[in-house]
């Protein structure tokens, strides 16, 4: 296959699965095609559902092997500087400015010509499940890899490097499906055929799997009180406020111990579009005190305010950016119903957070989607 038809069949697959919600939501996920010199992956912060040729960043798979052998310092920061320096320094095109999907190296592991990476619900419910491991070898047997949570970036490829490898020597085969707990899953073939052929799998033994699906369908709610709510919060930060009160959403507000599923990260994406935590309020008329003092004590404002009894508040500065937070507020949701037929929730643990939180990569792709 040319250049011209590698770079067609791309887009045409990106586009495909980008445009499906229950694959992909916001900037998230990655698509990428390689041949034997070059691998054409995602640029950083662009959307798989419009993205065209021009979206994607050609990079030499040479240099992208030879940073799996270099020395980075131990420190997360700068490592992280001295690996996003690499692999910057490994595009084909120095003059491209766009920055490459943090998960390039990861994509030139796969010994295929395709590779699709997702972060969706139902995937997440397993890989966000206290017994997702056991579960995933229960499903799929020696036909999937998983790899446990692991800090993004430089750590998360040299471990996949290690697994991918080892994974090859036991078993003669190289893996297609990779799933990283408390992420995603990555999917590799040398056709789109394949690659469809084996998300469906997938997403077909975990629906057979579900004992309980999320329930998102309008219901009633307290109109005057989420106006209230509404007002106040609008006043806090002057932000854009929108409100979710799905079925879900009225159960996992009528307490705290119903909420706890949602007070913790899933996966570095809620982190990103909806912060580390959300704050929840017992009482509608402690809503003003209670959104300053998670302020003052995690030094940003709340993306998401659950109030007992109404469902939920995503903020933005603008229209979109709340709706963002809304919709990937909603994924976590759905994640944490779907993991009650995988053992319950796992959320990401607590170091994971706070190198999310910190990580310059995370930070620049939410600045490309606000």
């Given at each position: 296959?040319d250049?011209?038809?590698?770079?067609?069949n791309?887009v045409?697959m990106?586009?495909?699965?980008?445009?499906?919600?229950?694959?992909?939501?916001?900037?998230?996920?990655?698509?990428?095609?390689?041949d034997?010199?070059?691998?054409?992956v995602k640029a950083?912060?662009?959307?798989?559902?419009?993205?065209?040729?021009?979206?994607?960043?050609?990079?030499?798979?040479?240099?992208?092997?030879?940073?799996l052998?270099?020395?980075?310092?131990?420190?997360?920061?700068?490592?992280?500087a001295?690996?996003l320096?690499?692999?910057?320094?490994?595009?084909?095109?120095?003059?491209?400015?766009?920055?490459p999907s943090?998960?390039?190296?990861?994509?030139?592991?796969f010994?295929?010509?395709?590779?699709?990476?997702?972060?969706?619900?139902l995937?997440?419910?397993l890989?966000c499940?206290?017994?997702?491991?056991?579960?995933?070898?229960?499903?799929?047997?020696?036909?999937?890899?998983?790899?446990?949570?692991?800090?993004?970036?430089?750590t998360?490829?040299?471990?996949c490097?290690?697994?991918?490898?080892?994974y090859?020597?036991?078993?003669?085969?190289?893996?297609?499906?990779?799933?990283?707990q408390?992420?995603?899953?990555?999917?590799?073939?040398?056709?789109?055929?394949r690659?469809?052929?084996l998300?469906?799998?997938?997403?077909g033994?975990?629906?057979?799997?579900?004992?309980?699906?999320?329930d998102?369908?309008?219901?009633?709610?307290?109109?005057?009180?989420?106006?209230?709510?509404?007002?106040?919060?609008?006043a806090?930060?002057?932000?854009f406020?929108?409100?979710?009160?799905?079925?879900?959403?009225?159960?996992?507000?009528?307490?705290?111990e119903?909420?706890?599923?949602l007070?913790?990260p899933?996966?570095p994406?809620h982190?990103v579009?909806?912060?580390?935590?959300?704050?929840?309020?017992?009482?509608?008329?402690?809503?003003?005190?209670?959104?300053?003092?998670?302020?003052?004590?995690?030094?940003?404002?709340?993306?998401?305010?659950?109030?007992?009894g109404?469902?939920?508040?995503?903020?933005?500065?603008?229209?979109?950016?709340?709706?963002?937070?809304?919709?990937?507020?909603?994924?976590?949701?759905?994640i944490?119903?779907?993991?009650?037929?995988?053992?319950?929730?796992?959320?990401?643990?607590?170091?994971?957070?706070?190198?999310?939180?910190?990580w310059e990569a995370e930070?620049?792709?939410?600045?490309?989607?606000?």
């Open positions: 296959m250049k011209a038809g590698l770079l067609e791309l045409s990106s586009n495909r699965y980008g445009r499906d919600p229950e694959l992909v939501l916001a900037g998230g996920g990655n698509t990428s095609a390689k034997e010199t070059a691998l054409y950083s912060g662009t959307s798989l559902a419009t993205i065209t040729e021009d979206g994607f960043v050609a990079m030499d798979r040479e240099k992208l092997s030879g940073i052998n270099k020395e980075y310092p131990s420190g997360d920061k700068e490592r992280e001295a690996f320096k690499d692999v910057t320094a490994a595009k084909v095109d120095p003059a491209d400015t766009k920055r943090v998960e390039a190296l990861l994509h030139n592991l010994p295929y010509r395709f590779v699709l990476h997702l972060h969706p619900a995937v997440n419910g890989t499940g206290a017994e997702g491991e056991e579960i995933a070898k229960r499903l799929f047997a020696d036909e999937v890899l998983w790899v446990e949570e692991c800090r993004p970036g430089y998360l490829a040299r471990l490097s290690d697994r991918l490898r080892e090859h020597q036991k078993s003669g085969k190289h893996v297609s499906i990779l799933l990283l408390n992420h995603g899953i990555f999917i590799a073939g040398d056709t789109l055929e690659i469809d052929g998300l469906n799998e997938v997403m033994k975990l629906k057979e799997s579900v004992v309980r699906m999320p998102l369908s309008e219901t009633g709610f307290d109109r005057t009180a989420v106006k209230e709510a509404e007002g106040k919060l609008s806090l930060n002057g932000a406020v929108l409100h979710g009160a799905y079925a879900d959403a009225l159960r996992f507000s009528a307490g705290h119903n909420a706890a599923p007070l913790a899933f996966t994406d982190i579009y909806c912060k580390a935590r959300p704050l929840y309020v017992d009482d509608l008329d402690d809503l003003s005190k209670a959104f300053v003092d998670f302020r003052n004590k995690n030094g940003y404002e709340p993306k998401i305010v659950i109030v007992k109404l469902g939920f508040f995503a903020l933005g500065s603008n229209e979109k950016d709340a709706r963002t937070a809304k919709m990937l507020f909603e994924d976590a949701m759905k944490a119903v779907y993991s009650e037929s995988f053992g319950g929730p796992r959320h990401m643990a607590e170091d994971m957070i706070n190198f999310i939180v910190n930070s620049y792709r939410q600045s490309q989607n606000i």
